[in-house]
């Protein structure tokens, strides 16, 4: 499984990602799930994967080859929504090929898909396996794929539109780490991502591995925190 | 959905479990999922299901029509082993009879059984819509049906094999909480149940709807101690 968060505020764009990779849980490998689309000053498009590998590879590459063809490419679109319209039909152009034989494999994956183009805000879609999506407003800030439960509860209670991108980013890493305790199949290193609205850079990119003293301090500081908040409350009168 | 978590703890039992039942949205009732079979004294079996609604009812009453008669039954059992095995067969029976049409249906339920009969220390038993089953151990005092995954959470960083009954209840009820706010296939009223270990009757069982004054304050407590938390922690330094 795989667990990726992203959420358009107020600010600007979070993206969160960790990087485990299963198919049963003794074949297990790290692969990057965020990935870049940059022409600095003119665009920033970022994406992050969840499902079948092969898919997702697979739909990276044809838009990584054709970013310079004469095909509709995430460098010659116009806006965001066309962005996600051309990652949609890719990966419905990768399933329609590799599914052919079915043997009951699911080819399908999941992208979070944000950025900003000139002449846009910044904008951030979810598309479907089945290629189509749809655009995250301020009313519900945050798309998750991969293994979202465990780490929802946390983004219903802080994040709204106006919170500040790093109190965003934060509360991404706990929803990560929230998800990690209580799932093998999502795991460190973590790709985190902060894109300030109308920078049109995405140069605050950093990398959090199980030595990153800080991210251990903040699953920590959470820990003992929410103890903490649990022995204050009183117990239930009946 | 249905959401029911139970904990063996070293002073007793918890039991907790939502009431909602949905196919589809538009058909959602109130059905009660925690159930008692009870000889003050010398048994207490507790019982709470999720999965298909006509397979927990058929096998829960077929479980009472022979309690009194000479096949195995939940008041002639002599350990709680006993107990997890009639649940089980009895859940594999009733499978058996409706699902021979087959129709794509789930026709499976998922059952947490507990208690204590004379002569031996409270149980916990987890039975898979299989009909096999797993015993609860100190490692890990807690079972969970249904829609699991929101409340996992602060159950991971909270229980252990040495935390009081009421806390106990609290945490369960704060993993109730956070399901019913991201899930709406949960929902109120509530049943809890709190068992002594020795004691031999089930009579502290509440039910809590949406007019119970402490449960609405423990999830605002909770929410508000959250926040409060996520604000104290420092952002990461990069």
């Known amino acids: 499984m795989t667990y990726c968060v992203a959420m358009a505020l107020k600010d600007g764009l979070v ?6 990779t299963n198919a049963g849980v003794d074949q ?3 692969y990057r799930k965020l990935h870049k689309f940059v022409i600095e000053g003119e665009r920033v498009i970022l994406m992050m994967t969840a499902g079948n590998l092969a898919t997702t590879q697979s739909v990276l590459s044809l838009m990584r080859m054709r970013l310079n063809s004469d095909r509709p490419n995430l460098f010659g679109a116009a806006t965001m929504y066309d962005v996600a ?5 890719t990966g419905r152009e990768v399933v329609a090929r590799d599914a052919g034989q079915g043997q009951g494999v699911d080819f399908g994956s999941s992208f979070i898909v944000g950025g900003q183009i000139q002449g846009e805000p910044p904008r951030l879609f979810l598309i479907y396996p089945e290629g189509n999506f749809i655009e995250c407003t301020p009313d519900t800030p945050y ?33 990560i780490d929230s998800t990690i305790r209580s799932n ?4 460190l290193p973590l790709d985190v991502l902060r894109y300030r609205r109308g920078s049109f850079i995405a ?6 591995d199980e030595h990153h003293e800080g991210f251990h301090q903040l699953g ?8 903490d908040v649990f022995h204050r409350i009183p117990n239930l009168k009946w």
Chains 1, 2 share one sequence.
Not at 85 to 89: E, R, S
Not at 146 to 175: F, M, N, Q, W
């Open 203 to 208: 140069s605050e990119h950093f990398n959090l």
């Open 220 to 227: 920590e500081a959470w820990s003992v925190g929410l103890r």
């Open 15 to 20: 993206f969160a990602a960790d990087s485990r």
């Open 184 to 187: 093998l199949s999502v795991g």
């Open 85 to 89: 319209t051309i990652v949609g039909a």
């Open 28 to 30: 297990i490998a790290t």
């Open 143 to 175: 798309f998750q794929i991969g293994e979202t439960k465990y780490g929802k509860p946390i983004l219903d209670r802080v994040i709204d539109y106006h919170t500040s991108l790093d109190d965003g980013i934060k509360c991404a890493l706990i929803s």
